[in-house]
């Protein structure tokens, strides 16, 4: 049984970053550091997905995914009008989808020829988009990217805010929309959510909304590690152990952590 961590990042602090960027790391995060915590937790793969900082420079990901020999995939990011051509050379690197970090971002408008071009470009290589925005972009995006019936892939359980009412419309409108055949979600980030003050409880009680909306076969488990801005108040081993606390029904956390991913990510 392969087990894998759907979602990690790594990076340089001395590396060139955008300008205007919402954060920048003041360490390194290294691709070796990162496997030694897929190998004491007995992992076998992990996928990384290219921070904000770095835009559209996917270089320093794709390096770390080279080093990795077959261990690791990617989720990159890049602008809409990028060519069939370069997306299928990242298609050798071990991309399998691409990202769009929309906090501080407006909603953009996926209802156009050049949006319709490329799900439909991803659709052919396999690939999925990855949304990581608050819940009320996701009632906007999830219909319109329905539309184009590419693959989903939701971060952070959707993101409710901290303090966000999640048996509120908007929450509950999100967890209504997602449909088992074009969605899938990461049960991840918790300390950045709505459930901070109590991790275990709100992503049981988050987890039990997707089992009855019928997403067990649609959830991933991610360590995100390694947690920017939040480094002093968890870590890797606290997030593994806090997946434990909330899918403890052994059958299931196999399905979250080997069967769906493997799945998804192609390992």
Not at 81 to 87: K, P, T, Y
Not at 148 to 159: A, K, N, T, Y
Request: glycine share 6%.
């Amino acid at each position: 049984m392969y087990t894998v961590d759907t979602h990690a990042h790594i990076f340089n602090q001395h590396d060139d970053f955008i300008e205007h960027a919402r954060y920048t790391p003041s360490y390194t995060a290294s691709v070796a550091e990162f496997l030694d915590r897929l190998d004491t937790h007995q992992l076998h793969y992990g996928v990384l997905i290219q921070p904000s900082f770095y835009g559209t420079d996917n270089s320093a990901m794709l390096q770390a995914v080279a080093e990795a020999k077959g261990r690791l995939k990617a989720v990159i990011v890049v602008d809409p009008d990028i060519s069939a051509q370069e997306l299928q050379q990242y298609c050798q690197q071990g991309v399998c989808g691409i990202r769009l970090n929309l906090f501080g971002q407006p909603i953009p408008d996926v209802d156009t020829p050049q949006w319709e071009k490329l799900t439909q470009i991803l659709k052919t290589l396999g690939w999925h988009i990855e949304l990581h925005c608050p819940p009320g972009y996701l009632l906007v995006l999830l219909p319109a990217f329905k539309r184009h019936g590419v693959d989903i892939v939701i971060d952070h359980l959707g993101r409710p805010a901290y303090g966000q009412d999640l048996d509120g419309e908007v929450f509950q409108q999100f967890i209504s929309l997602l449909d088992p055949k074009y969605h899938w979600i990461k049960l991840s980030g918790l300390y950045r959510l709505a459930c901070a003050d109590n991790a275990v409880e709100c992503g049981r009680q988050i987890y039990e909304m997707l089992k009855a909306q019928g997403m067990l076969s649609r959830i991933v488990w991610g360590s995100d590690w390694p947690h920017t801005q939040h480094e002093h108040e968890t870590d890797y081993s606290q997030n593994w152990q806090l997946l434990h606390e909330i899918v403890q029904d052994e059958n299931e956390r196999r399905q979250i952590l080997s069967t769906n991913p493997c799945k998804l990510f192609g390992f």
